[in-house]
């Protein structure tokens, strides 16, 4: 997955996430925002072919790169427990 810094600041990241859709956009959009120090965690996709644009801008507390980071982290994690689920009920 390649990314593109379009702005960086103490408290607002806004970046370009190459190749991706609404799909992972969504979910990594609302894992954001279930940190406690993002005021502003959104994308848009300004045609329907172009890559998104994700803006997330925090409280001043955490840098917002971090809590990019955890969150994707946190999104693993419940597909890493999703397949161990169904690998035990394969079982």
């Known amino acids: 997955m390649n990314i593109k810094i379009l702005e960086l600041e103490k408290d607002k990241v ?3 996430i190459l190749g991706e859709g609404h799909t992972f956009m969504s979910a990594l959009t609302a894992e954001i925002l279930n940190d406690p120090d993002v005021d502003v965690g959104k994308y ?3 045609f329907q072919f172009s ?5 997330v ?3 001043g507390n955490k840098d917002p790169l971090v809590v990019i980071t955890d969150a994707c982290k ?4 419940h597909c890493n427990t999703l397949l161990d689920n ?3 009920q394969k079982s």
Do not use: F, H, Q, Y
Not at 51 to 55: A, S, V
Not at 74 to 77: A, D, N, P, T, V
């Open 14 to 16: 806004k970046m370009v």
């Open 44 to 46: 848009r996709i300004e």
């Open 51 to 55: 890559d998104p644009e994700l803006l």
């Open 57 to 59: 801008t925090t409280n």
């Open 74 to 77: 946190r999104l693993s994690g």
């Open 86 to 88: 169904i690998d035990a």
